[in-house]
């Protein structure tokens, strides 16, 4: 039997200023968690929550796709990858598509959490970062793939089968960073929690300047 290998996006949290003292390490790419980017895919941050979504340590996935729970084949596979891939705002004029780490699950079985929105929960996770991360922007906004689920058993497209095998080997072969992930989520949970923004940022130079992707968000 093959491997089933689902390469999904998801919104990353954009990368601040290199002077920023609360946001955590910056080569670590974590989903949105602090709700900035413009384009909300709903209440939930999607993407990969290895703190768990109930704080629980799970290796928990918050989607949306309602196409990734209909995957119901794959007890004839033998492994199951959940491959991420970052949309990344590197810069206001600088949106990368990078591939940062994989989900391994025996068998896609989503818990529905609130109206169309999704749960599934994995054994192990490979995440790497920001500089061993795969830049796959070309292939992205060349197919105009930005917003599909790219599935390796895709019988219209027997590229994706490629692509992903290439990918997942390429992250396998890097340093799996998952504990500085599950420390960078925390940190930015506690601080969404507190929204005591201003204080900590206190002698920024970047207070309630737009060049911030924070600040940008609070004065909208």
């Given amino acids: 039997m093959e491997d089933l290998i689902v390469c999904v996006p998801f919104f990353a949290l954009p990368r601040f200023p290199d002077v920023c003292r609360i946001t955590g390490n910056q080569d670590i790419v974590v989903r949105d968690i602090l709700n900035i980017n413009t ?25 949306y796709f309602k196409e990734v729970g209909e995957i119901s084949e794959a007890q004839h596979y033998n492994n199951i990858y959940i491959l991420f891939r970052a949309i990344y705002k590197v810069t206001k004029d600088d949106i990368r598509h990078i591939v ?59 590229e994706y089968k490629q692509w992903n095998n290439q990918w997942i080997e390429q992250i396998k072969n890097k340093e799996n960073k998952i504990d500085k992930y599950i420390e960078r989520s925390k940190l930015l949970r506690v601080l969404k929690h507190n929204n005591n923004y201003e204080n900590r940022c206190d002698g920024c130079e970047y207070v309630k300047n737009d060049n911030c992707p924070l600040w940008k968000n609070i004065l909208g």
């Fill in 39 to 63: 384009v909300k895919k709903g209440e939930y941050e999607n993407g990969p929550y290895l703190e768990g979504f109930n704080l629980d340590d799970k290796l928990d996935y918050v989607f």
């Fill in 100 to 158: 940062v780490g994989y989900y391994a699950l025996k068998e896609i079985n989503p818990k529905e959490i609130a109206p169309g929105v999704y749960s599934l929960s994995a054994e192990s996770a490979h995440f790497v970062d920001y500089k061993n991360a795969l830049d796959i922007t070309d292939t992205i906004t060349g197919y105009n793939l930005q917003d599909y689920i790219i599935k390796s058993n895709s019988a219209n497209h027997s």
